[in-house]
């Protein structure tokens, strides 16, 4: 598998919102891992969840947009890591560092996002 930037993002970073979906279970399973290990929670089911992440990709604040990429980049690790295991054949394996993963930043921003979603921002 391989990830190309497209146009606008920085090298490295992957949008989920346009990569194509190698392997579904891995998808639906990396985005309820996600959801799991977020708190505050972001969102209750996996298409909530995209459906705010198109949210935050559209915003213009910059605060969105950051948290956008941060949680890509955090779902993009989960997503990688479950196609490499499965096309291995080693099933899933256990996923300590993406707790490291999280950042306070991260946190704080679903908050604002929160605050900014129920002012109608």
Known sequence: MCAVPLQ???PGQVDPLTAHRANPQCWD??????????????????PAFWDLMVFLKSSDNSKHTALYWDL???????????VLSR???????????????????????AGH????????E
Do not use: N
């Not at 891992?33 to 969102?43: C, D, H, K, T």
């Not at 096309?87 to 704080?108: C, E, P, Y």
């Open 8 to 10: 606008g993002q920085k």
């Open 29 to 46: 399973s990396s985005s309820a891992l996600l959801l799991e290990m977020r708190s505050p929670r972001i969102a209750d089911t996996v």
């Open 72 to 82: 890509a980049r955090v779902f993009w690790d989960i997503y990688v890591d479950c």
């Open 87 to 109: 096309s291995h054949g080693l099933g899933r394996r256990h996923i300590t560092a993406v707790h490291s993963l999280i950042t306070d930043k991260m946190i704080q921003s």
């Open 113 to 120: 996002l929160k605050l900014s979603k129920s002012r109608g």
